[in-house]
Nanobody, 123 residues
Framework: EVQLVESGGGLVQAGGSLRLSCAASGFTSDNYIIGWFRQAPGKEREGVSCISSSDGTTYYADSIKGRFAISSDNAKNTVYLQMNSLKPEDTAVYYC????????????????WGKGTLVTVSS
């Protein structure tokens, strides 16, 4: 069974930084898409960033380009999201998601989801 465990959320002041981690387990394929989505109170879930394990291709939402950076350690099946210059509007529950159907890319119907980690940015 695929499991995704997020960590690193918390409370930070605007302009600060946080680093989220997501450890994936329970699968043997070395070819997958993994990334981050977020959902703010009262809003729909939003794709933030994804990375391909095979070639490192990345996707970033326009709202976070230049501020967030995704990276991965394939040996550890772990993905990271470095979040800099945080804004109050970045406040949300951040979910890690993974899909073994790599042809679908980064999408809202990702096959596996973590429970989420809360990021709160105060003004």
């Amino acid at each position: 069974e695929v499991q995704l465990v997020e960590s690193g959320g918390g409370l930070v002041q605007a302009g600060g930084s946080l680093r989220l981690s997501c450890a994936a387990s329970g699968f043997t394929s070395d070819n997958y898409i993994i990334g981050w989505f977020r959902q703010a109170p009262g809003k729909e879930r939003e794709g933030v960033s994804c990375i391909s394990s095979s070639d490192g291709t990345t996707y970033y939402a326009d709202s976070i380009k230049g501020r967030f950076a995704i990276s991965s350690d394939n040996a550890k099946n772990t993905v990271y999201l470095q979040m800099n210059s945080l804004k109050p509007e970045d406040t949300a529950v951040y979910y890690c998601a993974l899909d073994l159907r790599v042809n679908l890319g980064c999408h809202y119907g990702m096959g596996y989801w973590g429970k989420g980690t809360l990021v709160t940015v105060s003004s």
